[in-house]
């Protein structure tokens, strides 16, 4: 009997060893996919609101944790791409915009000029004026 506890205590030392780091690796991978989740979640709410600045900041926070907790897989870098992506993305959907109001102007111009030269008749005018303006 005494020859047995010593064995047991060598087979057993290392297998709570084996099943502590498995526990502990497991962890860590729960919180990696937690973080990761709540990183693409934070991104999703600031394409919807580019402009919000509190947005900003949390999807920076998640990011920073996220890099923290799996830095080979994501790092500062790739989180400042994905936020200067959403951030151009919405700039670039503002130009268009403001591109597309400026076209509309001109386009109303010209229609106008159209019909002040008598080269349309009024009903053709008010039909296209009424589709230039629809497309707003």
Known sequence: MNDIVPFL????????IVVL????WEQQQKAKRIAR??????????RQDPPNNELREAALDHGRRYARLAPKAFGEIQMMNDLNAIQQQYQTSLLEAQSTKGDVKTRLANLESLYNQ???????YETRRNQILSEL
């Open 37 to 46: 989740d709540n990183y693409i979640n934070a991104l999703e709410q600031l």
């Open 21 to 24: 780091y498995a526990f502990y």
């Open 118 to 124: 008598e080269v349309i008749t009024k009903e053709e």
């Open 9 to 16: 205590l060598c087979l057993g030392v290392p297998v709570l």
